[in-house]
């Protein structure tokens, strides 16, 4: 299930001629169910622009495809930067006075604006939903329109700084979001964009980063090229490291005069080898695992049960060898994931599970230390761990001696 055919660009608006990298038909990522079925697919085939390079999905789901239906889908953004972020924005405009937020992930930005003695005030999702939906980032992004945030402006006012953390990657019509944000800035306002750089990923070849949610997968250049094109200034284009994807903020005015025309960059020569790629790492990796599987395919164990190993599982074909699917967060407990054959238990069945021989981690870096901490019996008994993640030196892509 998926929109109609675009006939171009989100970015330039010119037609999209090169080849996909179809992953075919995969179950909605955030679709947890108490039974082991799934309902819903959609189509997901992911482009590269030739003019401008923007990668992104050639059909995006509808909103109302992806909106979950349990409470409790919440993602978490990065924080770590956050405190130098504000000394920058500050740096640009020291008399701020006043600030908003436009989306889920503005809370620890504001308290430290208001820290630094700014106003700041958030924009409600505002958004009803139907027994057993709760909207989320695909209801937040669908709200960066014109008429809606003209409407949050004449109520609020405007503002000498905007945030929008995190959802731009997210809305099919990337130009229109910016240029509806313009409303609710002050004449010589600053705009903040945080969005994922997807340029680690692409480069490691890692495709548990792509997701239906995401329909736009930025970089500098198409970043930076994205605010010109929507009627910005750059002020600042920063970056801030993460293990497998950096931060990428762009602190944007309004222009006073329209950017020029897209110059034609050619094929992506990064996205075409992530392309090209895909189909021999899907075959080398269902071989390796189903060896490490074992005749009754009940070695492998699964940690950390997100939106990225769903994705890992069905995108690769691996269901089949998921013997365990494990997560501690509670409210996932007894959960059938998206596509998978085997509902969510705790660390604790799967230490008392003594056919495991492979766990594959599907956790960020920083906080893999802690699960080999609680899995220590698991190593002792010579359980092997491996991650997910192609950039990661213990990733199960990489072959170990």
């Known amino acids: 299930m998926s929109t109609g055919p675009r006939s171009g660009c989100r970015l330039c608006g010119q037609p999209i001629s090169t080849q996909a990298l179809p992953l075919g038909e995969l179950p909605v990522c955030n679709r947890f169910a108490r039974e082991n079925h799934v309902q819903l697919r959609i189509t997901l085939d992911i482009v590269a622009c030739d003019t401008c390079q923007l990668v992104q999905l050639r059909e995006p789901p509808p909103p109302d495809v992806l909106v979950p239906e349990v409470p409790w889908i919440r993602y978490r953004e990065p924080e770590g930067h956050l405190d130098a972020l504000v000394g920058e924005l500050l740096s640009l405009k020291p008399r701020a006075c006043t600030a908003l937020g436009t989306g889920p992930f503005e809370g620890p930005l504001l308290g430290r604006l208001q820290a630094r003695g700014l106003t700041a005030s958030a924009l409600a999702l505002g958004a009803d939903g139907a027994a057993g939906r709760y909207p989320y980032l695909e209801t937040w992004q669908a709200t960066l329109r014109a008429e809606r945030l003209a409407a949050e402006a004449a109520q609020l006012g405007t503002f000498d700084i905007v945030s929008c953390r995190y959802i731009l990657e997210h809305t099919p019509e990337p130009v229109q979001a ?37 329909s736009c997968y930025f970089v500098e250049d198409t970043l930076r090229r994205l605010a010109e094109v929507s009627g910005y200034r750059v002020l600042a284009l920063l970056r801030y490291p993460g293990a497998l994807e950096d931060a990428l903020v762009a602190v944007l005015t309004p222009a006073d005069s329209p950017a020029p025309p897209v110059a034609p960059r050619g094929p992506s020569s990064l996205f075409q080898a992530y392309r090209d790629n895909f189909a021999a790492t899907r075959a080398q990796l269902r071989s390796k695992l189903m ?111």
């Open 178 to 214: 910016l240029q509806a944000l313009k409303i609710l800035l002050n004449p010589d306002g600053l705009l903040l964009i945080e969005v994922p750089d997807s340029s680690k990923f692409l480069a490691a070849r890692d495709y548990c980063f792509l997701w239906e949610e995401h």
């Open 291 to 401: 060896a490490l599987a074992g005749p009754d395919r009940d070695r492998i164990a699964l940690f950390g049960i997100g939106h990225h190993a769903i994705m890992f599982v069905n995108a690769f074909g691996l269901a089949d060898l998921i013997a365990v699917a494990v997560d501690d967060d509670a409210d996932k407990a007894g959960f059938f994931p998206p596509g998978l054959h085997t509902p969510v238990v705790g660390s604790q069945r799967l230490l008392d599970d003594e056919r495991i021989r492979l766990c594959l981690f599907a956790v960020a870096p920083h906080i893999e230390g802690k699960v080999r901490e609680k899995l220590a019996p698991l190593a002792a008994r010579g359980v092997e761990f491996r991650s997910i993640y192609a950039a990661l030196d213990n990733s199960i892509m990489r072959d170990h001696a």
